[in-house]
């Protein structure tokens, strides 16, 4: 009797030990969610959170109506992808979608910037207005976030984004040797309908010869028009170029103080490429700083290809990173500004 009882004692302190070791590895997130415009929080919308496992691969979805932040979840210690899929009910639409991965390895709190969507629905019509599926589809917006898009149509002749960015979408639909294409402004909260018809056709490798002809024909025609443009161009080319230094010769005694800090600050933007530069004229207007995710929102830059930018233009001294927990703050330098004493 008495060996039982030990033998009892020591499987409740081998369970108890067992759970203490499992409560350990959850930790808790705490979850603040904010609009990408205006910053202000998010509340009393329904919301999905799907949480994948980046290790694992595993998928679970957390779905709940969110009347007020933060937003609290358990998890284990790890790495994860969450999807935030918002709707606000008193919208036809859906409203706000974001990714966000997180290294969880103890407990803290953390905001997410959900960024405006609408909802998109849509159907492919042939000539004799039949439905026509499994038409691939190549759908191009101007944000670069949202739900997958679609690559052909369903069965019946439709398709469908969830959380479509706002802004315009391109679409062009193809199925045999038919093409059609349209474009539609998403608005957020909005539910909206398009239709693609294939009225056009598409010319094979082997039936262009009019293509042809008609690129001889350009040819011969920006020919004559280079020929006139070099008998009589160079005079009025001197002549405008002339006044155009008198004008400037007068002026830029009293332009070129004013605009010394403003010319230094174009000589470099003039050596960035085109997505470098696009970054740092955002930052130009807007205090000279902002976030990762505003950068990535306003430029529709890919986050991958963003992050490459970001060091190169750190390199050059151009922007410095703050770390500020999951946030990172984007910066001008000083030396960028010519602030530096």
């Known amino acids: 009797m008495l060996n039982w009882k030990k033998q009892w004692w020591i499987v409740v302190l081998y369970v108890a030990i067992a759970a203490t070791v499992v409560s350990a590895e959850e930790q808790t ?10 910053n202000k929080e998010i509340k ?3 919301i999905n959170i799907i949480v994948t496992d980046q290790e694992s691969s595993k998928e679970r979805i ?3 109506f969110i009347r007020n932040n933060p937003i609290t979840l358990r998890l284990e210690q790890g790495s994860y992808l969450l999807k935030f899929q918002i ?3 008193k919208t036809p639409g859906k409203d706000y979608y974001v990714e966000q991965e997180i290294v969880l390895d103890k407990s803290h709190d953390q905001e997410i910037i959900a960024f405006p969507v609408g909802s998109l629905k849509g159907v492919v019509y042939d000539n004799l207005n039949n439905l026509v599926s499994k038409a691939k589809l190549k759908i191009e917006c101007s944000k670069d976030y949202g739900s997958e898009f679609p690559e ?6 439709s398709f469908s984004i969830p959380y479509a960015p706002i802004d315009e979408c391109s679409i062009t639909a193809t199925a045999d040797d038919s093409v059609g294409s349209g474009k539609i402004s998403i608005a957020q909260g909005n539910s909206q309908n398009i239709e693609i018809r294939l009225n056009r056709t598409v010319i094979s490798e082997g039936n262009n010869g009019w293509l042809i002809f008609l690129s001889i024909l350009l040819a011969c025609v920006i020919g004559v028009a280079g020929w006139f443009g070099w008998k009589y161009w160079p005079r009025r080319e001197i002549r405008s170029s002339q006044e155009v230094h008198e004008k400037e010769k007068t002026s830029v005694k009293q332009q070129e103080p004013e605009q010394k800090l403003n010319k230094r600050i174009q000589d470099i933007l003039s050596t960035l490429n085109e997505k470098e530069n696009a970054i740092v004229t955002f930052l130009l207007n807007n205090n000279h700083q902002s976030t990762q995710a505003k950068v990535r ?14 060091t190169s233009l750190q390199n050059k001294k151009i922007i410095t990173i703050e770390t500020v927990g999951k946030l990172k703050k984007i910066k001008l330098t000083n030396w960028f500004l010519d602030k530096e004493k």
Do not use: C, H, N
């Open 297 to 310: 929102y306003e430029t529709g830059i890919p986050k991958t290809t963003l992050v490459r930018i970001f």
């Open 62 to 64: 957390i779905s709940s």
């Open 44 to 46: 009393d919308v329904l």
């Open 87 to 89: 709707d606000d009910l």
């Open 29 to 38: 997130l705490k979850l603040t969610l904010k609009q990408a415009e205006g």
């Open 152 to 157: 052909s149509t369903d069965l019946v002749g």
